[in-house]
Nanobody
Framework: QVQLVESGGGLVQPGGSLRLSCSAS????????MGWYRQAPGKERELVAH???????NYAGSVKGRFTISGDNAKNTVYLQMNSLKPEDTAVYYC?????????WGQGTQVTVSS
């Protein structure tokens, strides 16, 4: 099993930055894939960014060049650095892990981009 706990959400003005953290209960290098999804009100949950244990990284087109996913295995933590935030980035952000054929989700953290 994998437990995931997100932190770092909040209210930020357009153009600002936030860094989300996802603390995992086991080594992130032992997990097949980890990443971030988001869900805005009235919309489907969508992939934001993820990486695999093989080293591949993938970003949604809408965040490419603005968001960066990274991991610190010593801290069992995955980060999502979000720069140049836009109002349309407003959503609940969820940490996701795929491990031994099962999916795991964090509880979500709210990100609101508004002036």
């Amino acid at each position: 099993q994998v437990q995931l706990v997100e932190s770092g959400g909040g209210l930020v003005q357009p153009g600002g930055s936030l860094r989300l953290s996802c603390s995992a209960s086991r080594s992130i290098f032992s997990i097949n894939a980890m990443g971030w999804y988001r869900q805005a009100p009235g919309k489907e949950r969508e992939l934001v960014a993820h990486f695999t244990s093989f080293g591949s990284t993938n970003y949604a087109g809408s965040v490419k060049g603005r968001f960066t996913i990274s991991g610190d295995n010593a801290k069992n933590t995955v980060y999502l650095q979000m720069n140049s935030l836009k109002p349309e980035d407003t959503a609940v952000y969820y940490c996701h892990a795929y491990y031994t054929g099962l999916e795991y989700w964090g509880q979500g953290t709210q990100v609101t981009v508004s002036s």
